[in-house]
């Protein structure tokens, strides 16, 4: 059951395809506090747990912790964070009482979940209104309560994104691919390592002085026939857009944005200016309709070159600087004085630099023009509807692709996202470094992302920050090789890490061979679960209701309908212990080839060498794993239920299979 409520002027987000009534009735749990500034309060039970809030830190009980809705650029995500790149403000208490809880919103919004009073759940917004929607479990569901009221929301918002089937393959990509035969190479050593690859990135080396719609003619002298090319080896190109769009005479996009009237506006009327990749920068707004047609249909330019697949990035908007920050800047320098720098001032100066990056006075220098529900059009300061950018120029892109194409799905993944965004493409969860302790925060956060619709999700496996070694590739590998997004990404100056770079590649292809060994199962659950409104990844506890052991392991993860998995996320672990909820088999797989053993409920040593994975299949069910010719694998990405070998103790469901293009989906 879905309730309405609605607190000061709510803004329109676009989050909710199906709308529930507005309730006439008092708020049944907890305190509302305030109703403008917004502010509800509720005294959490000793045993209740907090879940959601989709890409945030910490565990996926969110107990203990205060995070802030707010799209961040956000590379080094490590404890102290309140924000980083997504907006997702969905939870679920579970305990003594359980319910969900959308607060849909485009402005900042506080959850203090136990963290300044540990029995104390407060959530606090005060700049636009904010629409509540409470959500509690449908009596006579066979689901659990979680899966219930998780469902219910996600028919509420749409349904989720679906990829080409050719996107569930492993995608290569760094920052630094800066002409036609870095990939071509690329392609080249995967291919004569027989390590199957579907797709490379290309990252802003490829556009003419980082201009958003253009190629590089002389690093890239003929892109079409690149990526007809690269489609005959089973390779299609993804290249990168930014939001920021170049302030330069003579560029079509800055001159009809202007001529149009389409970018952001200051008070004063003129457009606003902010410095990024390019230099000094306009700025879509993607709250106007009319803007976001004009923005997707310029990725027509590449399509027309044969690319079916892009990533939109720097999208919360991320700023460098703005001109009146560096005027500010600038002045503060001067009247500084230098001749005896004590402790407080000399860390006053060296950090001014800093402060110009994604400042909130530069957030307040412009403006969105926002339609509301009621048709209504306003100008909001974009610092109250900030939450919202970089979703909606995904929603550009998405929708637009589908005009162009209506028969034909497009790769999309974002890097900034709202609740809404969901329907239109995926997300990958921004810049992660090569650190264990964020390949332990990409296990934990899965769940909170699937709960929020975002089934197209991954990480920069690897890590995209600073450098990473053999071992924490591979580890960070076999967790990738069960999420939907799978991409092996890194920055320009860090150690190159494309699987060939490392000693022993037989364990990495090892590992590339099982994914795409998965991909028939992968994909046919993928799109059950979008179309049902299901989780890909869930905590155990959403399976196995009654074991509270279950409610305190975060580093396993129920997968799909039959799978459960347990990454190695420690370095130099030769094993790991794994608790499994019911009777099990589980799935040894190396060199290429699948063993299996029986395994009894409850705790268990598992070894865990490198290159090597386990997974588990519960009782009285199974998957297919598609045999892949270890001469052929880059013609792997079929559907074709041929050639699989069945493993697990019960009946495989019916496999879904399309042409893993066609828009149309039929699916039980």
Known sequence: ????????????????????????????????????????????????????????????????????????????????????????????????????????????????????????????????????????????????????????????????????????????????????????????????????????????????????????????????????????????????????????????????????????????????????????????????????????????????????????????????????????????????????????SFFKFAYLGPTLQNSMEDYQRFYNVVTNDDGSTKAYRHDKVHNCYGALMTRAAGEELENLFPDERKLLYSRASYIGAHRYGGIWTGDCCSWWSHLEQQIKMLPGLNMCGFLYSGSDTGGFGDNTSRELLLRWTELSIFTPLFRNHSALGTREQEYYRFENISDFKNLLDLRYALIPYLYSEFVKAAVNNKMLFRPLSFDFEGDRMLLEIEDQLMVCSDLMIAPVYKQNASGRYVYLPEDMTQVIWKNSKAETLSMSKGLHYIQAPQGQVSFFIRKNHAIPLKTISPDDTFSALNLKGENLQILGDGKCSPLYQDDGLTRKIICS
């Open 1 to 344: 059951m879905i309730e309405k409520y609605c607190f000061g002027q709510p803004v329109w987000t676009g989050a909710v395809v199906e709308d529930a009534e507005l309730s006439k009735g008092r708020f049944p749990f907890g305190t509302i506090k305030s109703e403008w500034p917004f502010e509800w309060n509720y005294t959490l039970d000793s045993q209740d747990i907090v879940y959601g809030l989709g890409e945030s830190m910490g565990g996926i009980n969110k107990r203990g912790r205060k995070l802030v809705s707010w799209c961040s650029d956000e590379s080094h995500q490590d404890e102290t964070k309140e924000s980083i790149y997504g907006a997702h403000n969905f939870l679920i208490v579970f305990g003594k009482e359980t319910f969900g809880l959308f607060f849909d919103t485009p402005s900042r919004i506080e959850f203090d979940i136990g963290f300044t009073l540990a029995n104390q759940l407060t959530v606090k917004t005060s700049d636009t209104g904010v629409k509540l929607y409470l959500i509690t479990p449908e009596k006579n569901s066979s689901d659990s309560i979680q899966v219930n009221i998780v469902s219910q929301f996600r028919k509420m918002i749409g349904q989720s994104y679906i990829p080409p089937m050719w996107a569930l393959g492993f995608q290569q990509s760094r920052w630094g691919y800066n002409c036609e035969e870095d990939i071509r190479n690329v392609v080249k050593i995967y291919k004569e390592n027989k390590i199957p690859v579907s797709a490379v990135c290309m990252d802003i080396d490829y556009m003419t002085e980082y201009e958003d719609f253009t190629v590089d003619g002389k690093k890239f002298p003929n892109l079409e026939k690149l990526s007809s090319d690269m489609k005959k080896e089973g390779v299609h190109l993804v290249p990168i857009i930014d939001a920021g769009v170049k302030v330069k005479e003579g560029y079509s996009v800055y001159e009809e944005g202007c001529a149009k009237d389409y970018f952001c506006k200051k008070a004063d009327g003129k457009n606003y200016v902010a410095g990024v990749w390019p230099g000094r920068s306009h700025f879509p707004d993607f709250f106007k309709k009319e803007v976001r047609q004009w923005f997707g249909q310029k990725y027509k330019s590449l399509t027309d070159a044969g690319i079916d697949g892009f990533w939109n990035d720097m999208n919360e908007p991320a700023m460098f600087y703005s001109e009146e920050g560096l005027e500010k800047i600038h002045q503060q320098l001067k009247d500084t004085d230098v001749s005896n720098l004590d402790i407080n």
